[in-house]
């Protein structure tokens, strides 16, 4: 092996330990996809996730729709769900992300036809 080949490969070995620890180290939050199943109030125009308090929804409306047509009917999210982090995804290493828009499958909140997973 001549010298620029050893040079070569000390270069891609290097870079590959690079996005090696920078996957490790970048994260990226998963979204809730928008055909998510979520629970609204009619009264307050919120959306619940499915795993709601009950005193969210008492003597209120509740229907279930997916979370596109809850946003464009114009409903917000419940505070409550948002500080329990009910909306929030896993948390994924950039290489887990990268692989699973490859089509590897990785541990989710949601399935791929919105139903929740918890």
Excluded at 72 to 92: A, V
Excluded at 104 to 115: A, F, I, L, V
Aim: charged residues 20%.
């Amino acid at each position: 092996m001549g010298k620029s080949a050893k040079i070569a490969a000390v270069i891609v070995i290097c870079l590959l330990l690079v996005a090696f620890f920078l996957g490790i180290y970048i994260t990226v939050d998963e979204e809730m996809p928008d055909n998510a199943v979520v629970v609204v109030t009619l009264e307050d125009k919120r959306y619940h996730s499915i795993h709601f308090d009950y005193g969210a929804v008492a003597g209120k409306t509740a229907k279930t729709m997916t979370l596109a047509e809850a946003k464009q009917q114009g409903f917000s999210p419940h505070p409550h769900s948002i500080d329990l982090g009910y909306f929030k995804g896993n948390r994924l290493f950039l290489y887990q992300y990268v692989l699973s828009k490859l089509g590897m499958q990785y541990n989710s909140r949601w399935d791929k036809n919105g139903n929740w997973l918890w």
